[in-house]
Structure formats: structure tokens, C-alpha cells
């Protein structure tokens, strides 16, 4: 796995600049070691394994019987991975999108011999990968001097690449985002608009496999671009064109009704009662960092029955949690520390770009660049799910991660001054008009 991806690595460094090759490098380095690391982690410092270790100690007899009879068990296996009802005559983890994690665990250890370390080392070369495809495709509407933070970001955000380089869900799903972004700047630059439909609709289904509420925020963030690329006008001002407002709202209703057709917990009458479900569920399992968004004291089983509107009374508290905990005061453990010094981190990163431009013209930056709007719906929207869907804080370090690229990407943008434009929202209008990054 190692060869395959200095192979792959190698191909990606010919068509970057050398600058843009360093950072490649040190992200391709950085998701191996993340991915011997956490294993290490996962089977010496956490007690009872974690997630990871089951899926791959489950996965190891259920492969060795694929190897005896493909014919009889292949069939199963998908049906695991599609989250059918199966007939594996062995445990497994099943339901939902753990029996599809649990079939790539399977599917991993039987191509890969039984070897968590290659199927992890997989795994993280493919996020790489995914990563890579996110910066070239980015790059294309961002202004050369924010390439820079844009690789940084995409690159090399610490819980970015972490949390996305071992067999667990979220490495899964950043292993699809790049693909998945891939294809909607095709659409929006309207090229290759038979492949850019067959990437985003392969792509996003993976995700949703995995986890819905991701492939939700993208395509809110989605939205958000096509109505912000296509409303600008002589590069500066936002005009709401009903057309592409239209088809703003097409997209994100439609991603909306196809989720809930397929995952009827993501409906509205019902979404609110599962957020307070999943963290009165993470409440009971003892983690060492368990917190409360209701305060000390809250009967959870009184939770049950919250309508949506009375989740999102506690909306603010979600995204200052989802965003910046834990706090450096709040790390009981080695782990819990790391996470707290690269959230402290973003907490400074944050008031310096609130300083540099204030809130205003945040907004206004933000309004002026298809690629901000895009972090900043992203970014909330799965900020305020995560936020709102768990009760322990190593959790939501691994829930946010596909976000944290994104989010460090908006923080660096902000906190530079205004002084730059960048190419136009589609690359395929005349050069002449050029629009800024961010406009003060």
C-alpha cells in the first residue's frame, strides 16, 4: 500500500509547482503516519478499542469465508454494504451506516489479507487523494495569493487529516468529498456535464451511505455557490437572479427529499426527536468527556419528543461547541489536550479575521466569493448537526473532521487583508472581469 501510494503521490507532484509539491508531500506523509499512529492509539491508549478495532476484528472470519465461497457470501457482504437485511452466519455490526462500514471492513481485509494497517494506509492515501482533487478544483476560483491557505486548509488541518485516514466513517466519506466537489465545479462551469452528473450522483450516494447529514451539508453548500457564482455582478456585487435562485433551491430541496426518501430519520418530523436520541445515547456511555448542551443536571430521558424548533433553541450553544470545544481548560487526557490546542487555535484564528475585517464586512467578503460561501454554509450546517447530535467531546472531534478543512480555509481567508481579486466564479467567462476573493 505504501508503493501504491508513493506511486499515486509521485503522479500528483507532476502537475503542481514546486511549492504546491512540498505541501503535497508533507500531507501525503502526514496521512501515513496518521494512520499507523491511530491504530497505535486505538489498541494502546484507548482500553476498549474503539470503533476501528471492531470493525476489523468482525471483518477478519466474515472475509476468510469470502476467500472459502465467494459465490455464497459476495451477495450478503453487499447487502451489508447497502444496508439491506443480510444472512452472514457470523457477528457483525449492523444497521444503517455501521453494517456499511462494517462491509468495507470486510471488503478491505479480503482484498488486503487480513492487514488493518493496509486497510487503514488505503483508506488514508485515498483521502489523500480525495484532498488533492479538492485543492486543484478549488484553486480554479480562488486568487493565486490564497492558493497558499487553500493547501494549507485542504492539506493539512490537523483534525482534517487525522480523523480521515483509518477505517472509520468520516475517512470513508472524505475519501467521496473530493470526487463530489469535483463534479459540481464542473457544473457550475458547465463542462463535462455528462461526467460531472455521473461523479456527483456516485459520489454523493457513497456519502449518504455513510453519512447523510454530510452529503446534506454539501449540498447546501453546493447551493450556495451556484447562487453567489452566478449573482455576481462586474465581480464586486451580489444580485439575486431568480433563475439560478430557483435553481439554488432546486438542488437543495431535491438533495433534501432524496436523503429523507432513503434515511427517514433525516425527515423534519422526526430529525429533532433523533438528535436528542443520539446524544442522550452518547450521554450514557461514560467516555470521560462527556458534556451536556441542556446544562448539569438534565433528566435525558425528558429529551425524547423535542420538536425541531426546540433543538434549534439551543443552536448557538451547538456551534460553539462543533466549532471551538474543547476549551484548553476543559483536556483531561493526552488526546483531549491535542484537540484542545488545535481548537484554541482556531478560536485565536477567529478573532484575528473578525479584527482584520469585522462582521460586516466578513459578510460582505463572504457574499463576493463563491468559494467562502460555499466553507461558510458547509461549515455551519454541519457544524449545527454534529453540535446538536452528540454528548462527548472525542466523538465530536471525529464527527466534524470532514468539515475542518473547509473551516480552516475560511479562518485564513478572512484573517488576510482585502487587498487581492481572484479569477471569475467560472473560469470559462472572459478574464477581463475579475471579481475579488473577499471585498472589504
Known sequence: MLAVGLAIHAVALRTHDRE???LLTLSFAFHVASSIGLILVYTYYYTEGGDMISYHRLGVPVAEALRYDFEAM?????????????RLPFEVLDGSSTG??????IILSFLLGNSLFASAALIGIFSYVSKVLAFRALKRHTSPPYHRHLGLALLLSPSGVVWTSVLLKESVVMVFMGPFLLAVIWLVEGRRLA?????AAASGAAISLFKPYVLMALVAGAASWILVARGLRDGRRLTIRPLYLGLAAAIAVGGFAGATAFFPKLTLDSVGDSMAYQRRVAGEVEGGSNFSLEGPGVDRDTEKGRSLSEQLALAPLALVTALFRPFIFEARKAMQLLNALEMTWLLVLFVQALRTSGVAASISRVLASPV?????????VLALGTGLSTAN??????????????????????????????????VTEPQTNRAPLVQA
Open 393 to 426: 467531546l472525542g466523538a465530536l472531534s471525529r464527527y466534524r473532521a470532514p468539515m475542518m478543512p473547509f473551516f480552516l480555509f475560511l479562518l485564513l481567508a478572512l484573517r488576510q487583508r482585502a487587498t487581492v481579486t481572484e479569477p471569475p466564479a467560472s
Open 100 to 105: 456499511s462500514m462494517q462491509a468495507v471492513a
Open 74 to 86: 459476495s451477495p450478503e457482504v453487499v447487502s451489508l454494504l447497502l444496508q439491506r437485511e443480510h
Open 20 to 22: 504546491e509539491g512540498r
Open 195 to 199: 461526467l460531472a452528473l455521473t461523479l
Open 372 to 380: 467562502l460561501s460555499f466553507c461558510v454554509v458547509f461549515t455551519l
